[in-house]
């Protein structure tokens, strides 16, 4: 895992094209000088078995990408990426229920839907995990 910044140069003899490190001065492939010849900035990362590369135009604006990279990825080793939204299920979503209805309505109005709940609602549809009423099954 990690993030790297590299200058690259790529040879403009246009049969080779070669890209290369940024530091040498003639072609590692075809031996033609490389001076004079722009120099780009790349990002580099690998993470999870995969490689990427991303040509950023400055040396300081691969740093700052760089940096935002090496920051999401060690957010991604935590786990942090990959949370899930928890699904409430039937049972605690009509628990809250239940005492929001506690706080406006009269104890024994909360008795009889207490006892619907726990009659009807909760045996049959209890564990399932709740959806809103307006999605397709
Ligand atoms: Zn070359």
């Keep these: 895992m990690g993030v790297r910044v590299r200058e690259m140069v790529?040879?403009?003899?246009p049969k080779c094209r070669y890209q290369q490190a940024g530091e040498n001065e003639e072609c590692k492939k075809c031996g033609?000088?490389?001076?004079g010849v722009k120099r780009k900035w790349y990002v580099?990362?690998?993470?999870?078995?995969?490689r990427k590369a991303k040509c950023v135009g400055s040396e300081n604006a691969a740093r700052k990408v760089a940096?935002?990279?090496?920051?999401?990825?060690?957010?991604?080793?935590?786990?942090?990426l990959d949370e899930k939204p928890v699904v409430p299920t039937v049972e605690e979503v009509g628990k809250k229920w239940l005492d929001y209805i506690r706080s406006v309505?009269?104890?024994?109005?909360?008795?009889?839907?207490?006892?619907?709940?726990?009659?009807h609602v909760l045996p049959r549809f209890?564990?399932?995990?709740?959806r809103r009423f307006d999605q397709e099954a």
Aim: hydrophobic share 25%; aromatic share 6%; net charge neutral.
């Design 126 to 130: 209890g564990e399932e995990k709740a």
């Design 32 to 35: 033609k000088s490389l001076k």
């Design 10 to 13: 790529t040879c403009p003899q």
């Design 67 to 80: 940096d935002k990279v090496q920051a999401k990825l060690s957010l991604d080793d935590f786990g942090i």
């Design 105 to 119: 309505r009269r104890e024994t109005t909360v008795e009889r839907y207490e006892n619907a709940m726990d009659l």
């Design 44 to 50: 580099y990362t690998a993470h999870g078995g995969k």
